[in-house]
């Protein structure tokens, strides 16, 4: 079966080559770079320890230094499922949500079709360049010149000239032998409703070349020379090369671009895309002349994880933003999300650059927004809340918004940040000499001491409890590894926030079964350091009854197990938060309030200790506690020696 061009391309661009091989292997998170798709890890063709395999998430390629394997997305599902062609582009479709293709008999002739179409189109991209360069793109040359466009410039975009007669293109490419349907096929001339010949598409219009991933002409924007022309800017229409939705101009270069760090910039038009590119900032795109589309944003996120949205500051500017959130908002994953520059009323890119200079361009995006601030500005401003039926229409509103964000722990946050928001827009403006106490009297708490803001739980963040407690887990395990094959699976879900309880655990996966002495040698050369120290650098992890009594397994075990109890009901709480409270906009009925009662009771049951003392008490005349179990005893023990026989 012989598949369509475009559908193996579309393939390409919809999966993430670092998920695929995620799959087979453990990065090495010291080495890569997940923001910028730079990953390594052990290489899964061959026996290794190092991290010398490399994928290139941006260009969808990967390679191993050691045993050099290379190869896309495709070839790894080949050689590490051991399937043929067809069935590995099967199974990365199904993940992709792609249908397959029917099978087409006449695919190949169709591929061949499609590359006679894209040297027509090729062709026409030279005819235009010597237009430029000849008598009649005069104007065209001195326009260029003044936007600040040198030869240089136009060479690298192939920028050129469409005559403004009716049939000059037409008469060149029929000229060459090209077939007149292939022209009018491709968008470049259309039918005469008169009867006569067909003419150009393109006329007076300085010509931009549209390319696909490859590099490959597929359409034209043409900006209009005669300032009284309806359409300024004008695209190729819809042919089997140019889907105008699933298209971005510049997309190669500027991948490229994006995957030597560059920010991936997200302008309006072509003109911006040049001015952006010749003044230091390659990495930018443009749609053609849509709002943008949900292709268009995959396509942006295969690229980088936080493309920028550079927009005009006025009110066109600002509904396009608009547009892109609601648009966005459905599709938003952890880590994938957009920013928002809004330029100074009044210009774009190219004006910002020529005025005020590069820097002034990378102030901006250095500032770029987030897009909840976007969505928020969208619902709040020039409106006034001063009634209760004002600020629940807002609620309702951005309730509703929210409710679009599939990931619960993404929609969760967004809550949050629209919570603190919402606070700052509602709260009463404190009044001079107004009290600082609580509603009940008990007075605000007062600065920390300077011991509790540098203690470790202070000054670890968020995540401390969850780093310590790997840490105890590790440590112990360390010190007695032979428990490490039961605690096996346990291990294998470590939550490891901390890099280097990520390598350890790791390490100690790959070792199991061996001694201390082999285990502690290969952490030792994985951190560079002796692990255990290392560990036992936190003062929490050095005074653990089973690292001070160091060889009791029963005292590590019974360690490790609490600690990873209480991980798990503290991750279980954090899910269920996360998963069931829509924050401030969720309808918080009863069976919300007893699923988070039940996940805080069972975080609670685990925090105790399990090793407390179990025993039951009576209470004696005294008052004093007396213990049940060593009272029955004592009591048995009187009755003994009541009933013994006196000595004589």
């Known amino acids: ?89 099967e199974i990365l479709a199904t993940e992709a949500g792609m249908p397959m293709p029917a099978r087409d008999p006449k695919a190949q002739e169709k591929a061949d079709h499609r590359t006679e179409l894209v040297e027509v189109m090729e062709k026409a991209v030279r005819f235009f360049r010597l237009q430029l360069r000849s008598g009649a793109g005069s104007d065209a040359r001195e326009y260029l010149t003044r936007r600040g466009l040198d030869e240089a410039t136009q060479d690298r975009f192939d920028i050129g000239f469409a005559a403004p007669g009716w ?10 032998g090209i077939a007149p349907e292939k022209i009018i096929e ?43 022309d309806n359409a300024k800017y004008l695209n190729s229409p819809e042919t089997p090369l140019f889907d105008k939705s699933r298209t971005l101009y510049n997309q190669g270069p500027a991948r490229e671009a994006a995957g030597k760090g560059q920010p991936l910039i997200v302008a309006e038009g072509y003109m911006d895309v040049i001015a952006l590119a010749s003044g230091g900032f390659e990495a930018a795109v443009a749609p053609l002349g849509t709002a943008v589309t949900e292709a268009q944003l995959q396509m942006l996120w295969r690229i980088t994880d936080e493309p920028i949205m550079a927009l005009d500051g006025d009110k066109a ?138 203690s470790l739980l202070v000054a670890g963040g968020k995540g401390v409890e969850t780093r310590l407690r790997e840490a105890v887990i590790l440590a112990a395990l360390l010190a007695t590894p032979d428990l490490i094959a039961e605690f096996e699976a346990q291990l294998e879900d470590l939550p490891c926030v901390d890099p280097d309880h990520a390598v350890l655990r790791t390490c100690l996966l790959q070792n199991v079964g061996q001694t201390a002495d082999v285990v502690q040698a290969a952490a030792d ?94 209470l004696g005349p005294n008052g004093a506690a007396i213990n049940r179990e060593e009272r029955s005893a004592f009591a048995a023990l009187m009755e003994t020696i009541r009933f013994e026989k006196p000595r004589s």
């Open 525 to 618: 050369a994985l951190l560079g350091e002796p692990a255990l120290e290392k560990l036992c650098r936190a003062r929490h992890v050095a005074i653990t009854p089973c690292i001070r009594n160091a060889g009791d397994r029963d005292l590590a075990r019974l360690t490790i197990a609490e600690e990873l109890a209480k991980l798990e009901a503290g991750i279980g709480l954090d899910a269920e938060i996360a998963d069931a409270a829509e924050d401030l906009y969720g309808a918080a009925d009863e069976s919300l309030t007893w699923r988070l009662s039940q996940a805080a009771a069972a975080r609670q049951i685990a925090q105790k200790a399990q090793s407390e003392d179990k025993a039951e008490y009576d």
């Open 186 to 228: 491709v968008g470049l001339a259309k039918p005469s409703q008169k009867g006569g010949k067909p003419y150009d598409t393109f006329r007076n219009r300085i010509m931009f070349p549209i390319r696909d991933a490859r590099g490959r002409t597929i359409a034209f924007g043409g900006r209009a020379m005669d300032p009284d």
């Open 1 to 89: 079966m012989s598949l369509p061009p475009n559908f193996l391309d579309d393939l390409r661009t919809r999966i993430s080559l670092s998920q695929v091989v995620g799959r087979k292997v453990l990065w090495d998170t010291r080495k890569s770079n997940q923001a910028k798709g730079d990953m390594w890890a052990p290489c899964p063709f061959h026996q290794e320890k190092s991290a010398s395999f490399h994928v290139d998430d941006r260009k969808g390629y990967y390679y191993c230094f050691g045993c050099h394997a290379k190869g896309d997305a495709i070839s790894f599902v080949r050689e590490t499922e051991n399937v043929g062609f067809m069935e590995a582009v």
């Open 167 to 176: 049939q000059t293109l037409w008469d060149h490419l029929t000229g060459q």
């Open 317 to 454: 500017g600002l509904s396009a933003a608009y547009r892109v959130i609601d648009t966005a908002l459905p599709l938003l994953e952890a880590g994938k999300s957009l920013r928002f520059v809004l330029l100074p009323e009044g210009k774009d890119p190219d004006d910002l650059i020529r005025s005020e200079g590069r820097d002034a361009m990378r102030s901006l995006l250095d500032t770029a927004q987030p897009m909840v601030q976007l969505l928020w500005r969208r619902e709040t401003e020039g409106r006034v809340f001063d009634s209760p039926e004002r600020k629940a229409a807002l609620d309702k509103t951005l309730r509703e918004k929210l409710r679009t964000i599939k990931d619960p722990s993404l929609r969760s946050h967004y809550g949050e940040d629209i919570k603190r928001l919402r606070w700052g827009l509602f709260r009463a403006p404190a009044q001079p000499g107004r009290s600082t106490t609580r509603r009940f009297g008990s007075p605000l708490p007062t600065k920390p001491s300077e011991g509790t803001r540098a």
